[in-house]
C-alpha cells in the first residue's frame, strides 16, 4: 500500500545526544516536510524540500538538519543545538504537478523524549 | 507571513447534534486553499475536508461542511449528526497555491458527549 512511513514511533535519547528521524514515502510525491507539535502549538514547520537535493528551512528550523538525497526519504536530525526537542514529531508529502489540491498526507508521527 | 487561527481550544458537542468549528486567516493572496485536519487520538492525521478559494461553492463531505467568506477570510466547519468517533483534535490549514507550506491553527480539542 502507498504511504509515509516514520520510524521510530518511540525515540529516547539522552542529552548532548544527535538523533535521526526516518521518513520514507511511496507516494511518488515531490514535496516532503517535517513538522513539530507541541500541546497547544498546533503543527510548527521544521524543514520541507520541494524537490530532491534541496530544501527550505521553516520557522523553528533551529538545531535541526535534513537531506534530501532521494526523493523517496528525508530523514530529520534531531543534533544537541536543539534546545527542548522532547516533542511529536510528523513528516508529511504532498504532489506538486498535475493539478492538485495541495493536500499534504501524513506518516504516523515519532514521538521524541530528551531524558 | 500566513496565519491560521482557531480561536475555540475546546468545544464539546452532545451525539447526533450539529457544532461549528470557527478558523479564520491572514493573507494577501487569492488563489488558496484552505483544509480541515482531524487527528483522533492515534495521533494520525486525516484530511477531513478541503476548499478552493477560487470556488464560491461551500465543500461538502457527507455529514462535514464548511462556510467559507473569502472576504472575512473565515473557513469555519460544521459536523452534523455528531458521532462518537467525531471526538478529536481539528486542525484548520492553509496553503498557498504556489505549493508552498501549509500553515496550522493551534487546534481545537472537540468532545461528543453520549
Known amino acids: 500500500d502507498g504511504g509515509i512511513t516514520q520510524s521510530p514511533k518511540y525515540l529516547f535519547r539522552k542529552e548532548g545526544q544527535n538523533v535521526t528521524l526516518s521518513c520514507e514515502q511511496n507516494l511518488n510525491h515531490d514535496a516532503m516536510y517535517w513538522y513539530r507539535q507541541d500541546p497547544g502549538q498546533g503543527l510548527r514547520l521544521i524543514y520541507y524540500s520541494q524537490i530532491v537535493n534541496d530544501f527550505q528551512k521553516g520557522d523553528i528550523a533551529e538545531g535541526y538538519s535534513v537531506s534530501r538525497e532521494k526523493k523517496e526519504s528525508f530523514p530529520l536530525t534531531v543534533t544537541s543545538a536543539q534546545k527542548n526537542p522532547t516533542a511529536f514529531y510528523l513528516c508529511?508529502?504532498?504532489?506538486?504537478?498535475?493539478?492538485?489540491?495541495?493536500?499534504?498526507?501524513f506518516g504516523e508521527g515519532s514521538r521524541l523524549t530528551v531524558l | 507571513a500566513q496565519t491560521v487561527t482557531q480561536s475555540q481550544p475546546e468545544m464539546s458537542v452532545q451525539e447526533a447534534e450539529t457544532v461549528t468549528l470557527s478558523c479564520t486567516y491572514d493573507?494577501?493572496?487569492?488563489?488558496?486553499?484552505l483544509f480541515w485536519y482531524k487527528q483522533p487520538p492515534s495521533r494520525q492525521m486525516i484530511l477531513v475536508i478541503r476548499q478552493e478559494a477560487y470556488k464560491q461553492q461551500n465543500a461538502t463531505e457527507n455529514r462535514f461542511s464548511v462556510n467559507f467568506q473569502k472576504a472575512a477570510k473565515s473557513f469555519s466547519l460544521k459536523i452534523s449528526d455528531s458521532q462518537l468517533g467525531d471526538a478529536a483534535m481539528y486542525f484548520c490549514a492553509y496553503r498557498s497555491a504556489r505549493h508552498d507550506d501549509m500553515r496550522f491553527g493551534a487546534g481545537t480539542r472537540l468532545t461528543v458527549k453520549p
Open positions: 508529511a508529502s504532498s504532489m506538486e504537478s498535475g493539478g492538485t489540491t495541495g493536500e499534504l498526507f
Open positions: 493573507t494577501s493572496e487569492s488563489d488558496y486553499y
